[in-house]
């Protein structure tokens, strides 16, 4: 972290000016100024350059006043901690959506530790970005879920608003089905929204709407959109794009499509069980406008469903059972190796095994399931 390079690259300079404009300033409503973001990077590496806008909801702001201070690197240290903290929550929260109590002492150590070093949750880990919050919500979600505690998975799915277009894309088509998990969502997420508002106040709040503005209009022409696991990734790195918008455009379209499509399934089915939520999330991750390799941290959710129904069924020994989460991880790393160029064909192979394991699991997601929730 003492090269400035590792300094203005990590995302985690995004954070930390959550946190150290408001110290500076004395308003926390400045956070999303450009102009001051630009400022606290340039005198981090005392020297000019691109700044990298940081637009997350503010309210993990507060954390961000707390761990840090005038020291970059310090402060780095401390978020770290609390990152490898709720690391240790989300493989906790995730293990007890299985009966880990069939499992051998060894084999659960497997589990737990394949689940924990999980390479998109440290690729997140060592840019200092914010995803084990993504993933904390929505293991709530999942444990809840299973648990029949509607409203409270709601409420813990209302977390991934940190990352609100993978929310959206989980939680509105609970309206059509288990409708209280819905409802815990809205309540959950106006809550956090009411709460930003009022760290921000007027001012801020347009700022904010500004400071999105500002990015959704250059993300699209940026070199790291090419290293999007996305739709508009596999775009970006496949065709010469003459026309931005069109593309933009097509995208958000797919992502409003896939929504609709997740409704209609709600709906259509007569339950909602692992299989449904694991694909539902893939696609939340493929159809996303915009993400990066760190957001894959949310292939634990269905590497755990299916876990769940194996699981269930008995169709695979304890053994095999355990090991599923650290060979995926072992894949992923694979993908790096050389050049690199396997990175995405080994992403794309995972996710569709993923979903066709899943859907294998019964007769179709709109029948009744054999294995209940």
Request: glycine share 8%.
């Amino acid at each position: 972290m003492g090269d400035l390079y590792e300094r203005t690259g990590s995302d985690f300079i995004g954070f930390y000016g959550f946190g150290r404009i408001p110290q500076i300033t004395g308003k926390i409503s400045d956070i999303y100024r450009i102009e001051q973001q630009q400022e606290l990077q340039e005198e981090i590496v005392g020297h000019s350059v691109t700044p990298i806008f940081y637009t997350h909801l503010p309210y993990i702001a507060p954390i961000a006043m707390v761990l840090v201070n005038e020291d970059y690197i310090e402060s780095f240290q401390r978020w770290a901690i609390v990152l490898l903290l709720l690391n240790a929550l989300n493989v906790y929260l995730l293990v007890n959506t299985l009966d880990w109590r069939k499992f051998s002492k060894e084999n659960l150590i497997i589990l737990c530790a394949g689940a924990y070093l999980f390479d998109p949750t440290f690729s997140g880990f060592m840019n200092g970005q914010d995803t084990a919050i993504l993933l904390l919500g929505a293991a709530i979600f999942l444990r809840e879920f299973f648990r029949g505690n509607y409203f409270l998975a709601g409420l813990g799915l209302s977390l991934t608003t940190v990352r609100p277009q993978i929310a959206l894309f989980l939680a509105i088509p609970f309206f059509f089905k288990y409708r209280k998990v819905f409802w815990g969502f809205a309540i959950g997420g106006s809550t956090l929204a009411l709460f930003s508002m009022i760290l921000l106040g007027v001012d801020g709040t347009f700022q904010f709407i500004n400071s999105i503005r500002y990015i959704e209009s250059t993300v699209w022409l940026e070199k790291h959109a090419l290293d999007m696991p996305t739709i508009s990734g596999i775009i970006r790195r496949n065709f010469e794009i003459s026309n931005i918008e069109f593309v933009k455009n097509a995208v958000w379209a797919g992502y409003l499509l896939g929504i609709i499509a997740f409704c209609i399934l709600w709906a259509r089915s007569p339950q909602i069980d692992e299989r449904h939520i694991g694909v539902l999330t893939l696609f939340s991750i493929f159809l996303l406008p915009y993400a990066h390799y760190h957001d894959l941290i949310l292939l634990l959710i269905p590497i755990f469903c299916l876990l769940r129904l194996y699981q269930k069924a008995g169709t695979l020994p304890e053994a095999y059972l355990v090991l599923i989460p650290l060979v995926i991880s072992w894949m992923s790393v694979l993908g790096f190796a050389g050049s690199g160029f396997l990175k995405f064909p080994i992403v794309y192979t995972i996710m569709a095994a993923l979903g066709y394991l899943l859907i294998k699991a019964g007769p179709s997601l709109t029948g009744r399931s054999p294995v209940p929730v």
